[in-house]
C-alpha cells in the first residue's frame, strides 16, 4: 500500500516536473525565438516645406493639425513684388521684340541693296540682328523667371499630409530654401519593428504581421515589406584616414543587435488612431509555415 502511495506521489511530481519544463520550453521559444517585438515604431514621412522665393508672409491658409492635399496652398508670399517685376519683364520684353524688328526691317534692308550697299554696313546691320536676337532671348527668359516667381509665392503642399507643429504666422520674414512648416505624409504611414538579430532567420518579406499599438484596442493587419540591409556599427570609428578604427574593447554579455523590418499596413480598424512615433508591438505570424515551406 505505502509503495502504491510512493509511486503516486512520484507519478504526480513527474508529471509536473514534465508540465513545468514543457511550459518553460514554450516561454523559451516563444521569447528567445518567436518573431515578435515591443520595440515597434508607427513611421511617417516627413515633409519640410520650404518657398521657394524669398519675402513677407501675407497670409496663412492652414490651421495646426490640418489634413490637406496634394496641390492645396498652405501660405502666400506678398505677391506685390513679384507683380511689379513681371511688368517690368513684360515692358523689358517689348521693348526687345522693338529692336529686334528694327534690326530685321534694316538686315533686309542691307540684304536688298546688293552690291549698292557696303560690305560695312552689311556686318554691322548682321552684327545688331544677331545682338537683337540674344536681347530677345534673354528678355523672354526674364520675363518667364519673373513669372514663375510670381507662381512660387504661393506654397503649396506635395503630398497628402497633416500639418503639423505650425509656427507661421502673417508677417513673418521667408527665405527661399528654409523650412517653415512640418507636413507629415500621411500615404507613408507604416509600423518599423526593431527585430533581434537572432530572430531575424523567421523573418521574410510578404509574412503576414499583427500589430497592437501601445493603449488601444484592435489589432492592425499587415505584412512584411522589406527589411533594413545595414545599421550603425558602434564599435567602429569614423576617420579621415583609409584605415578602419575599431574600438578594442569587449563585454562579454553581447547584446542582440536590433535590425528594422519595414510593415506595411493592410487593415486598420476604425478605432485605431495612427500617429506618427506611437509605440506598437510587432509580431510576424506566419513566419513559421513559410520555413517549414522552404524546408
Not at 520550453?25 to 516563444?30: A, G, K, N, T, V
Not at 512640418?182 to 530572430?199: I, P, S
Amino acid at each position: 500500500m505505502k509503495s502504491l502511495k510512493l509511486g503516486g506521489r512520484v507519478a504526480v511530481t513527474l508529471i509536473f516536473v514534465i508540465a513545468a519544463l514543457a511550459v518553460g520550453r514554450q516561454l523559451w521559444i516563444h521569447y528567445m525565438d518567436d518573431p515578435w517585438t515591443r520595440d515597434g515604431k508607427v513611421r511617417a514621412d516627413i515633409v519640410n516645406i520650404a518657398p521657394d522665393v524669398s519675402g513677407l508672409v501675407s497670409e496663412v491658409l492652414v490651421r495646426d493639425n490640418q489634413t490637406v492635399r496634394a496641390g492645396d496652398v498652405l501660405f502666400r508670399v506678398d505677391r506685390q513684388r513679384f507683380r511689379i517685376a513681371l511688368e517690368q519683364a513684360e515692358a523689358a520684353l517689348q521693348g526687345a521684340k522693338a529692336r529686334l524688328d528694327q534690326a530685321r526691317r534694316e538686315n533686309d534692308r542691307q540684304i536688298r541693296l546688293g552690291d549698292a550697299g557696303s560690305i560695312q554696313a552689311k556686318e554691322q546691320a548682321h552684327a545688331t540682328l544677331d545682338e537683337s536676337e540674344a536681347s530677345f532671348r534673354q528678355a523672354t527668359a526674364e520675363k518667364d523667371l519673373a513669372r514663375l516667381n510670381l507662381d512660387r509665392s504661393e506654397v503649396k503642399a506635395t503630398v497628402n499630409g497633416t500639418v503639423t507643429n505650425l509656427s507661421l504666422q502673417p508677417g513673418d520674414y521667408v527665405s527661399a530654401g528654409t523650412a517653415k512648416i512640418a507636413l507629415v505624409d500621411t500615404d507613408t504611414l507604416r509600423v518599423e519593428g526593431y527585430f533581434e538579430e537572432t530572430k531575424l532567420a523567421r523573418i521574410h518579406v510578404g509574412d503576414r504581421a499583427a500589430v497592437h499599438l501601445m493603449g488601444q484596442s484592435g489589432v492592425i493587419e499587415g505584412h512584411v515589406e522589406s527589411i533594413a540591409t545595414g545599421i550603425a556599427d558602434r564599435e567602429r570609428t569614423s576617420e579621415t584616414g583609409l584605415l578602419a578604427n575599431v574600438n578594442p574593447a569587449f563585454t562579454w554579455v553581447r547584446l542582440a543587435q536590433r535590425v528594422p523590418v519595414r510593415i506595411a499596413l493592410d487593415m486598420v480598424p476604425e478605432t485605431s488612431r495612427l500617429i506618427a512615433g506611437l509605440t506598437a508591438t510587432v509580431k510576424i505570424e506566419d513566419a513559421g509555415s513559410k520555413r517549414g515551406t522552404e524546408m
